[in-house]
């Protein structure tokens, strides 16, 4: 078997797909570009002329600017994480509040007793909803990129203008304590700091009860300006059990109180600002866009009058994330942030021409034209360092800001206040401003994005290319990958030179597109000429040995199962399908499963063969390729198969998340909360049975498996251990972790508890066990890959061997062995699966001829041993099943308990699609033979692929980032991390376990015919005997060494052309509809989740496919060891 060239081969395809990808996100999620420049007191921000009279006290203003008494001389923020807006309403008529409602009254009690003092407002965020993004926007003033949401959990220093940096310039302190988040987005930044980690999202009152313990001495001390403090707790326990839980009542309960402390140590000269960051969805998640995430809370007090003006209806109710920062600014005497595109909120200013209440500032006229200002220098800026905004656009704003200048140059020459008219100018000026930001902001890089696009088509040529001429490239001798690999580092050396030479430096992501398309396009010249040439030369030279390359085989490109991958991928084209992506997919899948039996039955395979015609001659009789008890029994099987897939399908769609876009008319499946969220002990206990009851049924179809092919007979064989006794340890702990994990912790985090000592058994089991799951299964694996094989020997001696009067003198060493192999374990399993005769390489091995290894079948005749091989019918699938259900039981543990049916779900599924292509390769072996070329038809393989898409959905995934379960990186982690790569893997490992899953046991489809060969020849129905109807199973595979290598090769390329062909339909969805108006909310995010899918799954093939070459090595040795002179 070719094990290197079959590595070599789909490393780079899979490279060539890597490459393509990395370009096209590359051009498609461009972060924006930053302008590193800083706002300071010297800046002229107030309007100056030179000839005007007011000149020398413009510019004396200006120069006092940060020297002004401020409005407010100190300010305290308070950032509840997840604040939702609909948390700070209160509604005196509700009688039943949820757990979320009427929860914070001191809003309403401050609201009605001070009117003039508070405010209350809908706080709207940008997407993305994240809080390191959240963060940046109401500190810069900015709007975060698309891309940014990649650095949630590693946030890296702010290097724009913000506003801790203004007030660090300014001499003000800044003291921090709450989020750990701040500190590495402004490092070295605050006068002091208690930062504490905010990843354990299970924690609930870590890093709210540390910043209680300081916050209050904190406010007596006098060593602080402005107090920051980020609580976590309402954030935490909406990802753990979600808004509606008696948990999120103590959370806000307890910040109620917070807060009504918090005003209480005020001074008057003290702002208040109580705020969220984001909102969160009925789930507890947030990172989307929808107005669930988007509307969070802000609350504005102090105890002087806050609002000059009497409130009016025509008062904004809706602040925009980033007014808060020229508000800010100009409230506490500071410049406002370079790069900041909000707008002043006017109301907590005074009219034109009207004195300042306590302190000084600006009025709103002046607000709003320094924050003109300030903007407009930022776009004169921007637009010469970048050229993303339109020009028209660009030129329409500096003729509206010129309009504004003027006006209000104007007013100023001429004594008179400015008027509402000229501020309603001002505000639709800066208004036009951040939305033609906000619509400008999504850079592309068109050249990037057609590259990746190119290279990706040229992948998914390749792929079918190479999957048709499998057999033929693998014959090549020297191999075909050195010249075009050779080449690809050569013209990648060539443009780097050459960008060195003309640029300075060497941008990487081109010398490897550079690289990738040389190699493809030679590649596929020098195939192409190679087929040519052979096409042309087979007609007279047919035997010739130098022929490298056979003409592909004309295949239809219109059959069903590519039909089925063209409306896949037409789907992703379409929002609404994207949407409902999980029925879509489920559909195609389940009509394409019922197309197999109409398409079997169309070409009457379904039908029993006719008797033959006993009035003829006997040497005229033509046998059947398949009796007609075989063909029933197949149609049965087929049938049985399909009805299971159809009832997996149809229990998986209960099991579907529900997106945000799908409102009421969707409920999400019950089973995808934790056992720990539900509140009624009951119905708690039933879901925890019922997840048990699957566990234990995935338990024993896998020890079933095994068991009834002879995997498990052998004893101190690594891989028998891993599968008797590692496997169920596992299953063990992973009841255990659950039941542990759903005792509900209610008193967590309180001293007083008489069980605090049963609790912290509880949290110390909840660690332990995973963790020691994790130990069992990754000891299983390894004990898989280091000896997969589970081959059991069973040697019997006979007669002449035992006699113990027989002379030890005259022994001489037996000659090679005969051999029967067995995958049964009882005499009854052995008469029906007993392999009747010498494996075909086995006996060419040997050296005797074919009539004396005919007669050793049974052994002992000879005077030789005689051995039984048990479990050698299923030598390559079992370790691939075994290392799938170790896998399996891991990626597993890190879901919610109740997703346990799930699992069995995609078990049963995963078994009746094999079922369902060894039952057809059965079949049509009326029409072929199978076992000469071992090759995959594409309908498996597409609904292998779409399996794992629908389980992805099933398993409670979808292709958003709110519905990412963080959780799954606290499964024996429940103190969280130290860093960020461990709980990034675990999520990813959670988010993609179907890919992984279907990907590593791919080949199984390759072996699923032979470990399911029919064994009619021992019925004696067969009229003709020969040897080559014996049922070997595997071993066919070690008999034709070179049809094997191809077979997988072809599978593995088939698979990756099917996953990579919906990548390149999602990049082309992103690149046409790009300025789709959903295209962040729903085509941007599906580009991510499939191009991440794609890259994880295709590891999991590869790790397959190695797997599957480990034991092919194992085999060799095997044979080596058991026949050392003759085996080859």
């Known amino acids: 078997m070719k094990r290197l060239p079959i590595l070599a081969l789909l490393l780079w395809v899979c490279a060539l797909f890597y490459v393509g990808i990395f370009l096209f996100v590359g051009g498609f999620l461009l972060v924006r570009l930053e302008v590193n420049r800083t706002s300071t007191c010297e800046d002229v921000l107030l309007p100056s002329s030179s000839s005007s009279s007011s000149s020398s006290s413009s510019a004396s203003s200006q120069a006092d600017f940060c020297r002004a008494q401020p409005r407010f001389r100190r300010a305290v923020v308070l950032v509840i994480d997840a604040l939702k ?79 801790i940096h ?22 070295k930044k605050f006068h002091r700091s208690l930062p504490f980690p905010s990843f354990n999202v299970k924690d609930l009152h870590t890093v709210d009860n540390g910043i209680l313990q300081h916050i209050y001495p904190a406010m007596k001390g006098g060593d602080w300006d402005v107090l920051i403090a980020h609580f976590l707790g309402v954030d935490h326990c909406g990802h753990r059990y979600g808004p509606d839980h008696p948990a999120m009542a103590d959370k806000l309960t307890q910040m109620n109180d917070v807060i009504r402390s918090v005003v209480e140590h005020l001074e008057n000269d003290t702002l208040l600002v109580v705020m969220g960051d984001h909102g969160m969805t009925d789930t507890g998640d947030h990172g989307g866009e929808s107005a669930k995430e988007t509307e969070a809370a802000l609350f504005l007090y102090s105890h002087s009058p806050l609002f000059p003006n009497p409130q009016t209806k025509e008062d904004p109710s809706v602040v925009p994330q980033t007014d808060l920062v020229p508000t800010l600014a100009l409230l506490l005497g500071i410049p406002i942030p370079y790069s900041s595109v909000g707008q002043v909120l006017l109301p907590l200013f005074p009219l034109p021409g009207q004195a300042p209440g306590q302190g000084g500032g600006p009025d709103q006229a002046e607000a709003l034209w320094v924050n003109a200002k300030q903007v407009n220098r930022f776009l004169e800026t921007y637009s010469s360092m970048a050229k993303d905004i339109p020009p028209d656009r660009l030129v329409d704003l500096r003729s509206a800001f010129a309009r504004v200048s003027a006006a209000y140059l104007a007013s100023l020459q001429q004594g008179e206040p400015a008027s509402p008219e000229l501020l309603r100018s001002m505000q639709a000026y800066l208004t036009s401003v951040r939305d033609t930001c906000r619509a400008s902001w999504a850079r592309f890089h068109p050249l990037k994005m057609a590259a990746g696009l190119v290279l990706l088509a040229g992948a998914c040529l390749l792929c079918y290319v190479l999957s048709e001429l499998s057999s033929a490239v693998l014959s090549v001798e020297g191999g075909v990958l050195r010249t075009p690999l050779v080449a690809g580092a050569g013209v990648a050396l060539c443009v780097g030179a050459a960008q060195l030479a003309s640029l300075g430096y060497v941008d990487v992501p081109w010398c490897l597109a550079a690289a990738a398309a040389s190699s493809e396009v030679l590649f596929l010249w020098r195939n192409c000429r190679r087929s040519l040439r052979s096409s042309s030369s087979s007609s007279s030279s047919s035997s010739h040995k130098g022929r490298v ?113 799908q409102g009421a008319a969707c409920q999400p499946s019950p089973f995808l909360s934790p056992l720990a969220r539900i509140q009624d002990g009951r119905l708690r206990n039933m879901h925890y049975l019922l997840s048990v009851v699957a566990l234990a049924g995935w338990a024993y179809l896998l020890h079933r498996w095994l068991r009834h092919y002879g995997n498990l007979n052998a004893v101190g064989v690594p891989a028998v251990v891993a599968a008797r006794w590692l496997l169920p340890a596992a299953f063990v702990l992973a009841a255990l972790h659950w039941a542990v994990g759903s005792v509900p912790l209610e008193a967590e985090g309180q001293e007083h508890t008489p069980f605090r000592g049963l609790a912290d058994l509880i ?31 069973k040697h019997r001696a006979p007669a002449s061997h035992s006699n113990p009067h027989r002379s030890s003198s005259a022994s001489a060493p037996p000659p090679p062995p005969r051999y029967r192999a067995s995958i049964g374990i009882s005499p009854q399993a052995e008469l029906h699966h007993l392999i009747p005769q010498l494996y075909q390489r086995i006996r060419r091995s040997l050296e005797d001829g074919p009539a004396e290894a005919a007669g050793s079948g049974a052994g002992g005749e000879d005077g030789r041993p005689a051995v039984e091989a048990y479990g050698l019918g299923t030598v390559y699938s079992a370790p691939l099943v075994l290392f799938g259900g170790l896998l399996g039981v891991g990626l597993l543990l890190l879901h919610p308990e109740s997703m346990a049916p799930a699992f069995l779900l995609l078990l049963l599924e ?219």
């Open 85 to 163: 807006s609909d948390f700070a309403r209160y509604d005196p008529s509700n009688l039943s509040p949820r757990p979320y409602e009427n929860k914070l009254p001191v809003l309403d009690e401050l609201a009605r007793s001070r009117p003039g003092h508070t405010g209350l407002f809908t706080f709207q965020a940008d997407p993305p909803t994240t809080t390191m993004q959240r963060i940046k926007g109401f500190t810069t003033g900015s709007l975060p990129t698309f891309i940014d949401v990649g650095n949630n959990f590693a946030s890296s220093a702010i290097l724009e203008d913000n506003l």
């Open 910 to 1128: 995963a078994a009746a699609l094999l079922h369902i292509h060894a039952a057809c390769a059965t079949l049509y072996s009326q029409q072929g033979d199978y076992s000469k070329s071992f090759s995959v038809p594409w309908t498996p393989v597409v609904l292998w692929s779409l399996a794992a898409t629908q389980f992805f959905h099933a398993t409670g995934h979808l292709p958003t980032f709110p519905s990412l379960q963080w959780g799954a990186a606290f499964v024996g982690f429940p103190e969280g991390h130290t860093g960020t790569l461990l709980p990034a893997t675990m999520v990813t490992l959670n988010t993609f376990s179907s890919h992984i899953l279907f990907a590593l046991a791919c080949p199984l489809l390759l072996f699923w015919p032979l470990v399911r060969e029919v064994r009619w020849s021992k019925s004696g129905r067969s009229s003709m005997g020969e040897e080559s109807e014996d049922v070997v199973m595997e071993m066919r595979l070690r008999e034709n060494p070179q049809q094997f290598s191809s077979a997988l090769l072809q599978l593995a390329l088939r698979y990756l052309l099917v996953t990579g062909a919906q990548v390149f339909a999602s990049v082309c969805a992103a690149a046409i509809l790009r300025r789709h108006l959903m295209v962040w909310q729903v085509f941007a995010p599906k580009l991510m989740f499939e191009a991440s899918g794609f890259l994880v799954g295709s590891v999991a093939l590869l790790l397959g496919v190695t797997l599957i070459l480990r034991v092919d090595v194992a085999v060799c040795s095997w044979f080596k060891r058991l026949l050392p002179d003759n085996s080859r």
């Open 166 to 187: 203004q007030l660090g310039q300014a001499g003000k302190r800044v003291v921090f304590m709450g989020d750990d988040t701040w500190e590495n987005l402004f490092p």
């Open 763 to 793: 949290r110390l089991a909840q660690s332990a066990m995973p963790r020691a799951a994790y130990v069992v299964l990754g000891l299983g694996a390894a004990l898989v890959w280091l000896d997969p094989l589970t081959v059991f020997l």
């Open 549 to 661: 390359l056979a003409a592909a085989p004309r295949r239809s490109l219109l059959s069903a199962a590519l039909v089925a991958v063209l409306l896949r991928c037409a789907s992703l084209l379409s929002d609404s399908y994207v949407i409902a992506e999980g029925r879509a997919v489920t559909f195609l899948l389940c009509s394409l499963g019922l197309y197999v039996p109409l398409r079997l039955n169309w070409d009457g395979l379904l039908v029993p063969p006719p008797a033959p015609d006993t009035q003829k001659p006997p040497g005229a009789l033509s046998a059947p390729v398949l009796p007609a008890w075989v063909v029933r029994r197949e149609g049965a099987a087929l049938c049985l198969s399909l009805a299971i897939l159809i009832g997996s399908l149809y229990l998986s769609l209960g099991l579907h998340a529900c997106r945000e876009e």
